[in-house]
């Protein structure tokens, strides 16, 4: 891979990050966070990384600021607060901070150094590797970003004690995922797990981002392995992006949304990927046992099914899936007839057994 | 440098190029162009590049749109269009249509292949290699962007033929800058021209090429020598936005703005970096050959100043910029004491002798 991957572990990895920049004798350092981070997790930050800072930088929190105006006003901040080429930015948050502010500092000046501090269960095991920065276009999710992966990614899970449920079940389908993708004797230790506490995820955090660490080494930008880690975000994508935009609606964590995109997506794979059924029923059975049930209309499913032709990973108009073959043995670019869809709605709908 | 760069020659290069592009089997093609060179270019394009293609973005003319709307413009014409990762993009224009299209392209879905294909004499010699993508942010020139070398620039004069003069004025600052900083022959070559226009211009755009070429594979990322590049810059940067801002004040184009960046910086020089006031003065006469007087009252000097302070290449406030210590010998990161300002541009406005 071009770009190095550096990921660091535990709270004196906080000190050492504090050490290494300043060593780095940077012209100025900001440190971004959102409204949530601002009040969880800054003040913790300052005490165990103790760094002097020119400037903090702060954007409303959720997903739907992840988005071009957001930049706009980070770029404009930096450049009023005197940030020039040699600065740093440290990305204090979730992936919506980290993939932003990523993408904020790898275009600000033509790039300046950058640093994530994942706060969030998603973020450590997701948005931590793989470079992958970018913002959203309208509801296009992720539409416009870069690869590149910062100076250093430091993981320390002494965040998670903020965490509300929801967010901790949102990284959780991520993990669950690296199992189902890559390993499934992971699949079967999650899948045993009584509750979902920091404590109970802790031990698991290394393993997942070892998985996808394997897979983005392999392949940086997505000509092939890497596609594996799109399992679930298909469908899973478009449910998200369809919930975040309908304000009526509940609201649906990343993880929740693509743990929704799985068990569609393991329906699609008994018809077009050779999974087991059984193995299908398993998979449900699973996200069933740590996931609440959301009811989608059937209004709901055409407005999805039509975000689902914008996914960015569509090529050319026809619907590509990564499915599994058996679990841990996934296939890419499988091509879905349509007449699936609907049956895969009602699939997960379906009362589990 | 991590990033090639391919640079092709002459008209059969745009007939090598349609077939390299159709041999990539994108899955669409798209052409950008500004209303200019869709009036002026495009029909020359598909007679000489017999391309299949997807469908052609048309961007506003000129450097006040070579901001984020006009790239969220793009981007959202790009997914309405069906673009998609295995998508490319050529560029057909000036250095604002490479500049501003090389950007969507590196950001769209994280990055799909580009081509250029510069349409006037700046842009061949200055924008078509270095990697230099990037957008404006209010009156901060390039603000925004990254360094990425697109899959291949094709230099084809044919379309200097439609160039209004003042275009040929503005790359020939660049081509004279490149005599400046890296080689006195070519300096006293160009100086000698007794008029501009595309045949007497032609023979000397691939020397300019090459010249640049050299600096930017021995420091793509502008550590250290490519800072010499921005010879002129630092305040013809300054003096460029602040006419771009104010309507009320007479159009003038990047290399008409930099030739009096290079005026003033030779007198900076004198200072500073050991140049010999007569190398400066000589240099002052060149420019004066070329290039119409502009009036700068004393009021454009303070705001010009104000601009200066944020330009991206100074570090922490301190104002450093490329100097000469003779013609041909650059020296870069000279700290200028602010009160040479008023005097250079007072060197500017005084008459040649």
Redesign the interface.
Known sequence: M?DHIKITYGQKSLEALSQKITTKKY??VFVLVDTHTEQYCLERFFENCPLEIDGVLTMNAGEENKN?STC?YL??EL?DQ?A???SSLINLGGGVVTDLGGFVA??????IDFYNIPTTLLSMVDASVGG?T?ID??A?K??????REPQEVVIETGWLQTLPEDELRSGFAEMLKHGLIANPNYWKTLQSLTSLSSSSLEPFIKTSIDEKTKVVLEDP??KGLRKILNFGHTLGHAIESYYLTHKDKSRLLHGEAIAIGMVMEAYLATHCSGLDAAEADEIKKTFAAFYPQIDITFEDQNEILKLLR?D??????RINFVLLKAIGSPDIDVEVPHEFFAKAFEFYQSKTN
Chains 1, 2 share one sequence.
């Open positions: 071009k012209s100025s071009l706009e770029w404009n450049s005197g020039d080429r040699n790898c275009t600000f000046k033509r790039g992958k970018g276009l309208g296009l992720n539409q416009i970003g870069i690869i930008y997505e914008h960015k990973k569509n090529k050319a108009g």
